[in-house]
């Protein structure tokens, strides 16, 4: 079991930038693959970016790539994801997602995934 609480969203003007972090509990946060989505009002909730187990793989959603970049520290147990050149199609609410796995690879998949955070919401203003 784990526990994920997402942080760090707010409202930002175009053009600048933000960081969400996502606390896990537990001792076994390393044995995850980790990855963002985002939920825009009326939208499907869509992968944005992936990271393996120790963060040797990562992916990008295309339109957030040259954007955004994810990284994790499993020493703090913690995921994040730097946001920055942000646009106005960025607003959603962010969610943080385990992926339970014994690869070193990703998961780009929803379904793949076993745990989420409750979401934060980043809005981006013109």
């Known amino acids: 079991q784990v526990q994920l609480v997402e942080s760090g969203g707010g409202l930002v003007q175009a053009g600048g930038s933000l960081r969400l972090s996502c606390a896990a509990s537990?001792?076994?946060?390393?044995?995850?693959?980790m990855g963002w989505f985002r939920q825009a009002s009326g939208k499907e909730r869509d992968v944005v970016a992936a990271?393996?187990?120790?963060?040797?793989?990562?992916y990008y959603a295309d339109s957030v790539k040259g954007r955004f970049t994810i990284s994790r520290d499993n020493a703090k147990n913690t995921l994040y994801l730097q946001m920055d050149s942000l646009k106005l199609e960025d607003t959603a609410v962010y969610y943080c997602?385990?992926?339970?796995?014994?690869?070193?690879?990703?998961?780009?998949?929803?379904?793949?995934?076993?745990?989420w955070g409750q979401g934060t919401q980043v809005t981006v203003s013109s």
């Open positions: 537990g001792r076994t946060f390393r044995s995850y693959a």
């Open positions: 990271i393996s187990r120790i963060g040797g793989r990562t």
């Open positions: 997602a385990a992926c339970s796995t014994l690869s070193g690879g990703n998961c780009y998949r929803e379904n793949e995934y076993d745990y």
